[in-house]
């Protein structure tokens, strides 16, 4: 079995800074992408930064230059480094990774909620 675990959602002013974490355990041979998805009331969940295996990077527009996700092959890690945050940044962000077990499948974290106050 595998399990994504996220961890450091919370509330924050505007302006303000987050760092999100998600750890993979399981029985895992690989992980290919990872990535940080998040949803708003109402809206669809959208991609907010990906990260593969290598280390290449892509990120929504809308977090462009203010978010970074980084990844720790070693520990099966992905974070998101969250700075410059808007209330328009709100949202339940869930941890996201094709992970190499029997084959590869889509795992998903349980979601962490993040706030930002105006």
């Known amino acids: 079995q595998v399990q994504l675990v996220e961890s450091g959602g919370g509330l924050v002013q505007a302006g303000g800074s987050l760092r999100l974490s998600c750890a993979a355990s399981?029985?895992?041979?690989?992980?290919?992408?990872m990535g940080w998805y998040r949803q708003s009331p109402g809206k669809q969940r959208e991609l907010v930064a990906g990260i593969f295996s290598g280390g290449i990077t892509n990120y929504a527009d809308s977090v462009k230059g203010r978010f970074t996700i980084s990844r720790d092959n070693a520990k099966n890690t992905v974070s998101l480094q969250m700075n410059s945050l808007k209330p328009e940044d709100t949202a339940v962000y869930y941890c996201?990774?094709?992970?190499?077990?029997?084959?590869?499948?889509?795992?998903w974290g349980q979601g962490t909620q993040v706030t930002v106050s105006s």
């Open positions: 399981g029985s895992i041979v690989s992980i290919k992408t």
């Open positions: 996201n990774a094709f992970i190499a077990t029997v084959k590869v499948n889509e795992y």
